[in-house]
């Protein structure tokens, strides 16, 4: 991996934890995230500390009402009409060998 790829990666992993380090402070929301970065690296966060959480995916309707779900795309959109004045720049996808 290029130097510079690994710098805007640490950057934005470093912002990330601290997003979800302030969800979970100062909104009381409890997070679950697994990124995979080109398989170098695997973050795993689990904010609740339980073996039992984050449910099957089967449990999570019964248990969330009001549940959003995005895919890339929907989440570009989704940013974009929350930030009408701010202008996404999302990364080229990487090439595949």
Known sequence: MKFIDRLRYSKRK???LKKVYELCTLCDVDVYLVAVH????TVIINTRNRGDWPPAEEQLEDMY?????FNLDDLGEYLAEAEPNVEL????PPELL
């Open 14 to 16: 470093r912002t990330l």
């Open 89 to 92: 720049e999302l990364p080229e």
């Open 38 to 41: 080109h398989g170098d690296e």
């Open 65 to 69: 009402l009001m549940m959003e779900r």
